[in-house]
């Protein structure tokens, strides 16, 4: 299963992961088989890419949270956005059970590596990134051995951090080209809006609260809104802030394709002391699969690869199977290395989907043995 952006998508093709819309319907189920008109209806939906099986990618990947759960807490967020915007007021209840499930399934998960982006259309952007963001808070406040107490804080801070946006237009939010100064301080005020929401709800706790307000401080200073140093920012909202912009980069946005994941770990990893807390980076990094399972990769060989299995404890290094040789040759017999115990491979890089289409159409399968 890879994840091939919708352009190279064609008739005959098997959808890998079931497709959600915005509201957290199902569209496709996995195994349906692609046709022009699934294809079609895909790209006017806004999805830039979805998950495909094939004979090169096989795998299953595992999955942190199941479908079920996510289906629940998409619908829920989306509920809990609408009657915001309707009755001005939060229903906080249903917030809290759907953190709940997320907290329980990823403790009971807390061997996987996080190996899956959520797809989402281009409409559904946020809502698809606040729940990623609560997924990715809370596995790094799990691997900070945060209790069960502070879990749910963290989750319910996680998943409602932009609810600020609810009060700002969405002509400006949705914008598609560089915002004016005064816009741009209008999008700015959504941690303090986001603030006031929170705080002034009994059942929140302050520190919940504090995510939405302090999400986009900086570990510098030179964050917003008030220019927070170091551990004046609650430790709660310095993993949001990682959470958030990772997620961030390995999304599809109108205006690019998501960074492959190590490319995403590297740009965050290049924010530590500057934009990040370290610690928390690091957590980020111990959590997620550099090369997730089911990514096509280059060796340093210059044999191809496919990623079969990930470690939790070497994120960087999976186990791969080598399906092309160094001159590009498709393989009769694929082998299977693991890179946590042979120093002498690594992987150089991720390829893209039009280089792994050339590699298909260059090299008829089962060409060496
Ligand atoms: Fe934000």
Redesign the pocket.
């Known amino acids: 299963m890879r994840r091939v952006p919708i352009d190279l998508l064609h008739e005959g093709m098997v959808v890998g992961r079931s497709i959600l819309n915005a509201e957290g319907q199902i569209l496709l189920t996995q195994d349906t088989i692609l046709t022009s008109k699934y294809i079609q209806r895909l790209s006017q939906l806004g999805f830039a890419s979805i998950y495909i099986k094939d004979g090169l990618s096989n795998i299953d990947v595992p999955d942190i949270v199941s479908e079920k759960t996510r289906v629940y807490v998409t619908q829920t967020l989306k509920e809990t956005s609408e009657y915001l915007k309707k009755r001005g007021k939060l229903n906080i209840r249903s917030v809290q059970k759907s953190v709940a499930l997320l907290v329980d399934e990823l403790l009971a998960n807390r061997n996987v590596l996080f190996n899956l982006e959520d797809i989402r259309t281009y409409d559904g952007y946020l809502l698809g990134h606040s729940i990623n963001v609560g997924i990715l808070s809370i596995i790094i406040a799990i691997s900070m051995g945060y209790d069960q107490l502070k879990l749910q804080e963290i989750g319910i801070g996680a998943v409602l ?2 609810i ?2 609810t009060l700002i237009s969405t002509d400006i939010l949705n914008k598609p080209g560089p915002l004016t100064p005064i816009e741009f301080n209008c999008v700015r005020k ?2 303090e809006f ?1 603030f006031e929401i929170l705080r002034t709800n009994q059942e929140i706790s302050l520190l919940s609260a504090h995510v939405a307000f302090q ?2 401080e900086r570990w510098d200073g030179t964050g917003y809104p008030r220019g927070l140093v170091a551990d004046q920012i609650t430790q709660h909202a310095r993993i949001v802030a990682v959470a ?1 912009v990772f997620d961030a980069l390995i999304a599809d946005r109108q205006y690019r394709p998501g960074y492959p994941t190590n490319l995403a770990l590297a740009i965050v990893k290049d924010g530590i002391g500057k934009h990040f807390d370290p610690l928390v980076v690091n957590h980020l990094i111990a959590n997620v699969a550099a090369f997730p399972v089911g990514s096509i990769v280059l060796l340093n060989t210059g044999e191809i690869a496919v990623v079969t299995e990930t470690h939790k404890d070497h994120p960087q290094k999976p186990v791969i199977r080598i399906i092309f040789d160094a001159k590009h040759r498709r393989l009769k017999q694929p082998r299977t290395i693991d890179l946590s115990t042979l120093s002498r491979f690594w992987i150089k890089e991720t390829l893209t989907e039009p280089e792994i289409n050339k590699l298909i159409s260059n090299s008829p399968a089962e060409s060496v043995g």
């Open positions: 951090h932009d600020g946006k959504h941690s986001g999400h986009h958030d």
